[in-house]
């Protein structure tokens, strides 16, 4: 049984840093590719973050800089390091997964079949 479990969001002023994780289980962590969504209130879910089986990395234009996506294959964990972060960064953030796929697609919720619970993250001017 696919299981995601997020953690580490929380309220954090403008500027300030958050570090967001997904542990997995069920599946062959090291042969998925693993990512990062988001969804505002009243907007769809759009991709923040993938990255592949070999450590390598997409991000969205808006979070190009301020964000970076590690996974460590050997404790099946995901991360979302967030730096300098804008209240325009406020929402709910879902870890994803597509199985059996090492090279990650565009990031479109589409493509991933596997989702998280979400944890919250809320940043304030």
């Known amino acids: 049984q696919v299981q995601l479990v997020e953690s580490g969001g929380g309220s954090v002023q403008s500027g300030g840093s958050l570090r967001l994780s997904c542990a997995a289980s069920g599946f062959t962590y090291s042969r998925a590719c693993m990512a990062w969504f988001r969804q505002a209130p009243g907007k769809e879910r759009e991709g923040v973050a993938s990255?592949?089986?070999?450590?390598?990395?997409r991000y969205a234009d808006s979070v190009k800089g301020r964000f970076t996506i590690s996974r460590d294959n050997a404790q099946n964990t995901l991360y979302l390091q967030m730096n300098n972060l804008k209240p325009e960064d406020t929402a709910m953030y879902y870890c994803?997964?597509?199985?059996?796929?090492?090279?990650?697609?565009?990031?479109?919720?589409?493509?991933?079949?596997?989702w998280g619970q979400g944890t919250q993250v809320t940043v304030s001017s």
């Open positions: 990255i592949s089986y070999d450590n390598t990395p």
């Open positions: 994803a997964a597509r199985l059996g796929a090492p090279s990650c697609p565009p990031m479109w919720a589409a493509f991933f079949g596997s």
